[in-house]
T-cell receptor, first 112, second 115 residues
Framework: SQKIEQNSEALNIQEGKTATLTCNYT??????LQWYRQDPGRGPVFLLL?????KEKRKERLKVTFDTTLKQSLFHITASQPADSATYLC???????????FGAGTRLAVHP | GAVVSQHPSRVICKSGTSVKIECRSL??????MFWYRQFPKQSLMLMAT?????????EQGVEKDKFLINHASLTLSTLTVTSAHPEDSSFYIC???????????FGPGTRLLVL
C-alpha cells in the first residue's frame, strides 16, 4: 500500500542552525511533492512544490530536494528562527486530480 | 494568495445532534474541494472529495451517510456530521486546489467537540 513517512516526530534545534526534515515514500510514483507548514489549531499553509524532474528548489531560507530513486525528499530551513517552530508536512499527489496524501508531519522547535 | 474560510471555527454539540461546517473559497472558484480530519498529533486524513454539481467521492472507511457533503456552488462546500458521537470529535479542515500552481489552499479548520 502507499505510504508516506516523515522520520522524526519532533526535532529540536538551536536558533541559527539548519533544520533538515525527511520525507520518504513507498509505492508511489508522484509527479510532484509538496511541503506545508501547520501551526497549532490552524490549517496547513503551502510552502514549496518540487516536481519529479527537479532535483532541488529554493525559496528564501527554504530548500527542498527530491530524489525519485531513493523515494525521498529533504526539507531544509537555514538560519532557523524561533518563528520557524511549527509542524511541517510533506504531501504527495495520489490518484485523482489534486488529491493529496499527507505524511504525519515533523514538529520542529527552534530554541533561542 | 487565495483565501479559504471555514465556519464555525469551533463547535460543541451534544451526542446525537447534527453539525454543519461550511467551507468557502473567498476570491476564486473551486469546482473541487477536499475535506480532511485531523486527530491530535496526527496527520490530515482525507475524508472525501467534494465536487460541484455532483456527488462527493468518499475515501475508504468514511461513511457517506454520516458525513454528508454538499457542493452547492463554485465557492461553497458543506460537511454535515450527522448523529455526532464523541468519537467524531476532531479538527475538520477543508481545502481547495489552485489550478495553476497545483497547490492547495486550506481553511483555518473547525474544532468539533461532541459531548
Amino acid at each position: 500500500s502507499q505510504k508516506i513517512e516523515q522520520n522524526s516526530e519532533a526535532l529540536n534545534i538551536q536558533e541559527g542552525k539548519t533544520a533538515t526534515l525527511t520525507c520518504n515514500y513507498t509505492n508511489y510514483s508522484p509527479a510532484y511533492l509538496q511541503w506545508y507548514r501547520q501551526d497549532p489549531g490552524r490549517g496547513p499553509v503551502f510552502l514549496l512544490l518540487i516536481r519529479e524532474n527537479e532535483k532541488e528548489k529554493r525559496k528564501e531560507r527554504l530548500k527542498v530536494t527530491f530524489d525519485t530513486t531513493l523515494k525521498q525528499s529533504l526539507f531544509h530551513i537555514t538560519a532557523s528562527q524561533p518563528a520557524d517552530s511549527a509542524t511541517y508536512l510533506c504531501a504527495l499527489l495520489s490518484g485523482g486530480y489534486n488529491k493529496l496524501i499527507f505524511g504525519a508531519g515533523t514538529r520542529l522547535a527552534v530554541h533561542p | 494568495g487565495a483565501v479559504v474560510s471555514q465556519h464555525p471555527s469551533r463547535v460543541i454539540c451534544k451526542s446525537g445532534t447534527s453539525v454543519k461546517i461550511e467551507c468557502r473559497s473567498l476570491d476564486f472558484q473551486a469546482t473541487t474541494m477536499f475535506w480532511y480530519r485531523q486527530f491530535p498529533k496526527q496527520s490530515l486524513m482525507l475524508m472525501a472529495t467534494s465536487n460541484e454539481g455532483s456527488k462527493a467521492t468518499y475515501e475508504q472507511g468514511v461513511e457517506k451517510d454520516k458525513f454528508l457533503i454538499n457542493h452547492a456552488s463554485l465557492t461553497l462546500s458543506t460537511l454535515t456530521v450527522t448523529s455526532a458521537h464523541p468519537e467524531d470529535s476532531s479538527f475538520y479542515i477543508c481545502s481547495a486546489p489552485e489550478s495553476v500552481q497545483e497547490t492547495q489552499y486550506f481553511g483555518p479548520g473547525t474544532r468539533l467537540l461532541v459531548l
